[in-house]
């Protein structure tokens, strides 16, 4: 699969929802390749802004989407990594900050 198919099917997926992928969309193939790298490295998506350990049941938590989504989107705006926003995030009526990471290893 290629990030662009990818993104396609990640469109979708986010609206049936409620949110969107980040409205950069070079930012975020970009993402898209990082997952699809660590689905050809690892087996699975892991999410390409954290450090995967390689075995899929102790990176479950950050297989895209993460556990962390849906909470970072309803308290930022926008998910650890800003590939899924709010459309009020991607409209620019939410700041753009960092988003802290949840994830305790």
């Known amino acids: 699969m290629t ?4 993104y396609d099917v990640l469109v979708k997926f986010a609206a ?3 949110i ?3 409205r950069d969309r070079e930012f975020t ?3 898209l390749r990082g ?3 660590n689905e050809e490295r690892y087996g699975y998506r892991s999410c390409p802004c954290r450090l995967a350990s390689g075995a899929k ?3 479950r938590d950050i297989i895209c989407p993460c556990s962390y989504r849906d909470p970072d989107i309803a308290e930022f705006g ?3 990594c800003s590939l899924y926003v709010s459309p009020a995030w ?10 802290p990471e949840r994830r305790v290893i």
């Open 20 to 22: 969107e992928l980040n």
């Open 78 to 80: 926008s998910c650890y």
């Open 57 to 59: 049941e102790q990176d």
């Open 35 to 37: 997952l699809l790298r």
């Open 3 to 6: 990030a662009e198919k990818l």
């Open 29 to 31: 193939l970009d993402i």
């Open 90 to 99: 991607n409209e620019g009526a939410v700041e753009h900050v960092f988003v």
């Open 16 to 18: 049936s929802q409620g």
